[in-house]
């Protein structure tokens, strides 16, 4: 059996009935790295490793215990601690990085089964969207390998569109796992924070930081999503009986014609199909946003870098660190950090304490006196876009800048921590993927994936990149 662009479940299915070894994966997933070296999607492989583990995992089989994930080739983004792989951050300071634990998402996919690959390249710290990194090279997207797959967590992205693992994990502080997702034709979910297991990683921000889950159909994203919060709720919703929210102001103010129209085309057939689209705006959302967004982020960094450095790494100072930062954008931001430009402590506990309660209020109030059921929008106002235009980045005849244009959408719904997916729904003019994002009440986690479900059924299935 081929695996390449094999489901998540499907490969399950013949390892759980006797018909696929795990060890033919292994060597399956072992050529399909081989064979796509080109996008830099991974940074760290240990094929005899990842023999002896399939073979393990055969011998399990062989004794009769069948696991939830068995087999199932997963890759990790590298800012979260493996104690079989090094975990740099895609950073040089932490380039011998060697954790004696597995972090707990780790810890409980092993547990059911899963056959960690390696890691995943990155954008350098998780700090960026596009996922160039001065350290470990740019990830490139399947699509076109010249652009950008976004990020931060772009090599585990590009993994799954590229058909070298079906499911990776990620993480998202303010859109890491949903950027990449909708730039490279895939689904990608940040759960509502603290859903999953938060210890073991490299953070920038606890407030914030949640790991996330990368697949390309929704019931691969649910089958680890399962594992990974404990639980197994999610119910089929029935299209017709959605009612969802289109605020189109302020996610549709922005937004580049190719991916405009492709939205439409897929409001249009989830309306057709029978969902009930409402447009409601939140025109204060984004000011709100911006009283905590950055506020939290480079305060939190500073110190969680610090404490992580302290507990980790003998003698390495957050300074030093940041003296062997090799991205230009990301040594910026982290030298503003501590210098003139740090965050002062009464503004983030004003971010922390009053504006960010008063966002999650915003959302809660949202959802409950509108009486809908999630809201959906664009993933990113714009696609793909070359690898470098780091500063800025051309849309609509404009140039604006990279980072808050393509993280303006998803941010809110990351401050706020409620659950956010996103799913491919198209391909644009250009040739490239548009994602469609849907975001839900904190903690109705099943409910926001059961409409992923949905809504995945209605739209036709995007292709893949032409590799």
């Not at 062989?62 to 997963?74: D, E, Q, R, S, Y």
């Not at 740019?138 to 010249?146: L, W």
């Not at 949903?178 to 859903?195: E, M, N």
């Not at 089958?223 to 009612?243: F, H, T």
């Amino acid at each position: 059996m081929n695996i390449k662009n094999i489901s998540a479940t499907e490969l399950l299915d013949s390892v759980h009935s006797g018909s696929l070894q795990v060890s033919d994966i292994a060597k399956q997933t072992k050529t399909a790295i081989e064979d796509n070296t080109d996008i830099n999607a991974i940074i760290s492989f240990d094929e005899e490793l990842l023999s002896a583990c399939a073979k393990k995992l055969d011998d399990e089989l062989t004794a009769g215990n069948k696991l939830p994930l068995h087999g199932v080739p997963i890759l990790i983004k590298d800012n979260i601690e493996t104690a079989d792989f090094l975990t740099t951050g895609g950073t040089a300071a932490l380039a011998n990085n060697q954790p004696a634990e597995d972090a707990g998402v780790v810890k409980r996919l092993k547990d059911a089964g899963a056959l960690i690959v390696g890691k995943a390249n990155m954008h350098e710290l998780a700090f960026g969207i596009t996922s160039n990194n001065g350290c470990t090279g740019a990830v490139r997207n399947p699509y076109d390998k010249t652009l950008i797959p976004g990020g931060s967590s772009g090599g585990s992205a590009a993994a799954v569109s590229a058909g070298i693992v079906p499911v990776s994990l990620g993480s998202d502080t303010g859109g890491s796992n949903r950027i990449p997702a909708s730039l490279c034709g895939v689904c990608g979910f940040r759960p509502t924070t603290d859903r999953y297991p938060d210890d073991g990683f490299i953070n920038l921000s606890k407030t914030r930081d949640t790991a996330g889950v990368f697949a390309r159909n929704m019931p691969d994203l649910i089958l680890v999503d399962n594992i990974l919060a404990g639980k197994s709720e999610v119910k089929s919703s029935s299209i017709d009986q959605l009612k969802l929210a289109v605020p189109r102001d302020p996610f549709f103010k922005i937004i580049e014609t190719e991916t405009a129209e492709v939205i439409e085309k897929a409001l249009k057939r989830l309306s057709d199909a029978g969902a009930t689209l409402v447009e409601i705006d939140m025109e204060d959302l984004f000011d709100l946003n911006d009283k905590i967004s950055f506020q939290i982020a480079i305060y939190e960094t500073v110190r969680e870098l610090t404490d992580y450095l302290d507990r980790n790494v003998s003698g390495l100072s957050l300074e030093a660190l940041i003296d062997q930062v090799l991205s230009p954008d990301v040594k910026h931001i982290l030298q503003a950090s501590i210098g003139e430009q740090a965050v002062p402590e009464q503004v983030y506990q004003d971010s922390v304490t009053v504006y960010r309660p008063q966002l999650q209020k915003m959302y809660a109030t949202f959802f409950k006196n509108n009486n809908v059921d999630a809201m959906i929008y664009p993933t990113t106002p714009l696609t793909a876009r070359p690898i470098g235009d780091d500063d800025t980045i051309e849309m609509n005849g404009q140039s604006l800048p990279t980072f808050p244009t393509y993280t303006r959408n998803g941010d809110p719904s990351s401050n706020a921590g409620i659950p956010s997916l996103s799913i491919p729904v198209g391909l644009a003019s250009n040739g490239l993927p548009v994602g469609l994002s849907i975001d839900g009440p904190v903690n109705c986690d099943e409910e926001v994936l059961s409409i992923g479900i949905a809504i995945e059924a209605i739209l036709p299935a995007i292709d893949g990149p032409d590799l």
